[in-house]
C-alpha cells in the first residue's frame, strides 16, 4: 500500500473508531466505505474490516462493561439466538445487490425514525422494558441471520431494534451491541484465518488509528455523553451504513439493468444481402 494511502486511510479510521465507538459499534461498515474511496484492492477489505473491527469492538466494550452498562442477563439470550443463525446465514447465497439494497433501505429508514423518535421523546423518560426470553431468543436469530448475510458485526441491526422497542437505554444498548459485534467480527476473522489469510504490517498502523479512535469515542459515549447525544449519534452511524450498502447496489443494479436491456435491443436492418448472379 503507498504510504500516502496509509497515512490518509489512517486519519480517517481514526475518525470512524470514534464515531461508532462512541455508540458501542465498531465501524465496519464506515472502514469499508473509507476503504473503497481510496482504492484500496478489493480482497483485502472484508479482512482488514474485521480486523479492525475486533480492535474497536474489544476498546468500546471494556469501556462499556467498566462503566457499569453491561448486562450478560441482558444480552445472553440475543447471541444464543444469533450464533447458529450467523453461522446458517453465512452459508447461504442470494443476490447480493438486492440484499444489500433491501437492508440499506432499511437502515436509512431506521436512522430517520430514530432521529424523530429522539426529538419527540425530548424531555419525557420511559423506563425499559426488558423483553421476555423467547422474544430475544427469536430477535437474536433473525438479526444474526442478517448479519450472516450481509458479512457485518450485526450492531447496526441490534442497536436501533432495542431502543425503539424501549427494551434497554442507550448505554445500557451500546455496550450489548459490542460484545455482540465483538463475537460476530472474531467467527468471521477465524474463517478467514482458517480459509489462509495472514494479517500483513499495512494492518497495523490502521487498526492502531482505529484503536486511538474508538477508546476516545467510547470514553465519551459511556461516561460523558447524554443518552438524547448518543441517539442522535446512532442515527449518524445507521445513515452512514445505509449509503454503504445503498449507493454501489444502486449503481451495481443501473448499470446490469443498462446492459440486459443492451442486449436485447434488435439489431439495425441492414437489407437483404445482395449476391452475384452466376452467368
Not at 12 to 25: Q, R
Not at 29 to 58: D, F, H, I, K, Q
Request: aromatic share 8%.
Amino acid at each position: 500500500m503507498d504510504p500516502n494511502d496509509t497515512v490518509l486511510l489512517a486519519a480517517l479510521f481514526l475518525a470512524v473508531g470514534a464515531l461508532y465507538a462512541s455508540v458501542g459499534h465498531a465501524g465496519a461498515s464506515g472502514y469499508l466505505a473509507v476503504m473503497a474511496l481510496v482504492g484500496v484492492a478489493p480482497e483485502s477489505m472484508r479482512s482488514t474490516a474485521l480486523a479492525v473491527n475486533v480492535v474497536v469492538a474489544t476498546v468500546a466494550f471494556s469501556h462499556y462493561a467498566a462503566a457499569g452498562h453491561f448486562s450478560w442477563r441482558f444480552l445472553l439470550p440475543f447471541l444464543i439466538g444469533s450464533t447458529p443463525a450467523a453461522f446458517l446465514g453465512g452459508a447461504i447465497s442470494l443476490p447480493a445487490d438486492w440484499l444489500r439494497l433491501a437492508i440499506g433501505f432499511l437502515l436509512a429508514l431506521s436512522s430517520v425514525r430514530m432521529a424523530i423518535a429522539n426529538h419527540h421523546r425530548h424531555g419525557t423518560r420511559r423506563e425499559p422494558r426488558d423483553p421476555p426470553i423467547p422474544i430475544k431468543l427469536f430477535a437474536g436469530a433473525l438479526l444474526g441471520f442478517a448479519a450472516g448475510l450481509t458479512g457485518t458485526g450485526g450492531g447496526i441491526f441490534l442497536s436501533p431494534l432495542i431502543l425503539l422497542c424501549g427494551w434497554a437505554e442507550p448505554k445500557r444498548t451500546a455496550a450489548a451491541a459490542s460484545l455482540f459485534i465483538l463475537v460476530n467480527s472474531l467467527a468471521g476473522l477465524g474463517g478467514l484465518l482458517q480459509a489462509g489469510w495472514t494479517p500483513t504490517l499495512d494492518l497495523l498502523p490502521l487498526a492502531i488509528a482505529a484503536g486511538l479512535g474508538g477508546f476516545a469515542g467510547a470514553f465519551l459515549g459511556s461516561r460523558r455523553a447524554t443518552p438524547r447525544t448518543l441517539n442522535l449519534l446512532l442515527a449518524a452511524v445507521l445513515a452512514v451504513a445505509a449509503s454503504k450498502l445503498l449507493v454501489p447496489s444502486i449503481a451495481s443494479i443501473g448499470q446490469r439493468e443498462s446492459s440486459v436491456l443492451e442486449e436485447h435491443q434488435p439489431l439495425p436492418d441492414r437489407g437483404v444481402p445482395l449476391h452475384p448472379i452466376d452467368e
